[in-house]
Nanobody, 120 residues
Framework: QVQLVESGGGLVQPGGSLRLSCAAS????????MGWYRQSPGKQRELVAT???????NYAGSAKGRFAISRDNAKNSVYLQMNSLKPEDTAVYYC??????????????WGQGTQVTVSS
């Protein structure tokens, strides 16, 4: 069974940094675009950043200059380095990926989410 597993969330003070990791597991034969979304209480899930397999990136305005997405295609993994964190960055962060499974199908998958809390 294909799944995305995130790690790296937690509690951090304003101005601090966190690095989120996400790895695809199961019968994954290739990965397409992967990225991160987030959802705060009472708000819709929103894009944070995505990266194509070839390295093209797309960032939300709120993430530009503070967050950096990267990936390791050999490990079917994507990462999000978050710097200069603000209280408004507090949310559940979800990994997302377009994955090729063992039945030769491209499908979109979501991780289970990891909580990021920015507070003093």
């Amino acid at each position: 069974q294909v799944q995305l597993v995130e790690s790296g969330g937690g509690l951090v003070q304003p101005g601090g940094s966190l690095r989120l990791s996400c790895a695809a597991s199961g019968s994954v034969f290739s990965t397409g675009t992967m990225g991160w979304y987030r959802q705060s209480p009472g708000k819709q899930r929103e894009l944070v950043a995505t990266m194509t397999r070839g390295g093209n990136t797309n960032y939300a305005g709120s993430a530009k200059g503070r967050f950096a997405i990267s990936r390791d295609n050999a490990k079917n993994s994507v990462y999000l380095q978050m710097n200069s964190l603000k209280p408004e960055d507090t949310a559940v962060y979800y990994c997302w990926g377009n994955l090729l499974d063992g039945e030769d199908r491209w499908s979109r998958y979501w991780g289970q989410g990891t909580q990021v809390t920015v507070s003093s």
